[in-house]
């Protein structure tokens, strides 16, 4: 399986861009990278998911470096309510499933705490 | 995106006793669901995954007698904790996947916070 590897903890101010690293250097070609947050004591909240290109939604832009090995989660404006435990994850597929089988392996994260 | 809830979000029970927590999809068909733990300050983590009308798959180290799943339908899975002992105290969270798109995407439930005394 594919790990990734998270900062434990960052800062960023208040209306500032939050950018979020995550190191995947051993991901395989057909894996997708996957972005989700827990604010606490909550359950995980969906941000964004890519493959090779860049993604970006009303959420979160993805940036995939061109071998893959990393991305980087950016949030454009963050907010107080942005502080929270973000989790990278790398999807594996279950070869013949046609995306339809995989498991979602949640490390440790990184807790991104807001300063106003 | 899609909804998936729970219930109860949080329940304290006695030592011995057994809980059922509820998962459903509302607004979307859950080929499979997938029941984690997470302790204090831990990550999640998966403990079994389940197919509708088919038995769970347990990960390693989880007991399935204990943690019987059961997932009836195409919306609802249960998660039962039978004989509960205070070490089972965590906070339970569901997960359901289904067709979006024209992809297979995860959505997680808001948790249940199992306090067991």
């Known amino acids: 399986d594919a790990k990734t590897t998270q900062p434990p903890s960052m800062d960023c101010a208040e209306g500032r861009a939050a950018n979020l690293p995550c190191n995947h250097s051993?991901?395989?070609?057909?894996?997708?990278v996957y972005w989700y947050r827990q604010i606490h004591s909550q359950g995980p909240q969906y941000i964004i998911h890519?493959?090779?290109n860049n993604e970006t939604n009303e959420m979160a832009s993805l940036i995939i470096t061109e071998d893959r090995k990393s991305s980087t989660l950016i949030l454009p404006h963050a907010t107080l309510r942005d502080t929270a435990v973000y989790y990278c994850?790398?999807?594996?597929?279950?070869?013949?499933?046609?995306?339809?089988?995989?498991?979602?392996?949640f490390g440790k994260g990184t807790l991104l705490t807001v300063n106003p | 995106g899609a909804v998936v809830s729970q219930h109860p979000s949080w329940v304290i029970c006695k030592s011995g006793t057994s809980v059922k927590i509820e998962c459903r999809s509302l607004?979307?068909?859950?080929?499979?669901m997938f029941w984690y733990r997470q302790f204090p300050k831990q990550s999640l983590m998966l403990m079994a995954t389940?197919?509708?009308?088919?038995?769970?798959?347990?990960e390693q180290g989880v007991e399935k007698d204990k943690f019987l799943i059961n997932h009836a339908s195409l919306t609802l899975s249960t998660l039962t904790v039978t004989s509960a002992h205070p070490e089972d105290s965590s906070f339970y969270i569901c997960?359901?996947?289904?067709?979006?798109?024209?992809?297979?995407?995860?959505?997680f439930g808001p948790g249940t916070r199992l306090t067991v005394t």
């Open positions: 607004d979307f068909q859950a080929t499979t």
């Open positions: 051993t991901i395989s070609g057909n894996e997708y």
């Open positions: 890519g493959l090779k």
């Open positions: 994850i790398v999807r594996v597929d279950d070869e013949y499933s046609g995306g339809s089988n995989y498991k979602l392996t």
């Open positions: 389940s197919n509708e009308g088919s038995k769970a798959t347990y």
């Open positions: 997960s359901a996947r289904g067709l979006a798109g024209r992809s297979y995407e995860q959505y």
